[in-house]
Nanobody
Framework: QVQLVESGGGLVQAGGSLRLSCVAS??????YAWFRQAPGKEREFVAG??????????HYEDSVKGRFTISGDNARNTVYLQMDNLKPEDTAVYYC?????????????????WGQGTQVTVSS
């Protein structure tokens, strides 16, 4: 059974940092992404990473460029999201997603598995 488990969320003050982790089990994927959903808003793409052949490709949503870093160990089916200089508008439930397609940015429908989400709250 395929399962994605996120961890690392919590409460942090503006300007602080958090590191989210996602571990996949059940099969090996070639790309992962982090999405987030704030209260009353649609879920949005945050960052993605793909491992086509021996290359690692990343992609970021504009508002997190320079503040968030996605990384991963495909051999261990693990991906991370390092979030620095957090802002109150980053407050959301963060979801890990995985795909069999080797691209760093895909539509939600192209991700084959999703985690349950982890809450990130940034206070001002």
């Amino acid at each position: 059974q395929v399962q994605l488990v996120e961890s690392g969320g919590g409460l942090v003050q503006a300007g602080g940092s958090l590191r989210l982790s996602c571990v996949a089990s059940g099969r090996t994927f070639v790309s992962y992404a982090w999405f987030r959903q704030a209260p009353g808003k649609e879920r949005e793409f945050v960052a993605g990473i793909a491992f086509p052949s021996r290359v690692t490709i990343t992609h970021y949503e504009d508002s997190v460029k320079g503040r968030f870093t996605i990384s991963g160990d495909n051999a261990r089916n693990t991906v991370y999201l390092q979030m620095d200089n957090l802002k109150p508008e980053d407050t959301a439930v963060y979801y890990c997603a995985s795909s069999l397609r080797p691209y760093a940015e895909l539509t939600e429908a192209e991700y084959h598995a999703w985690g349950q989400g982890t809450q990130v709250t940034v206070s001002s």
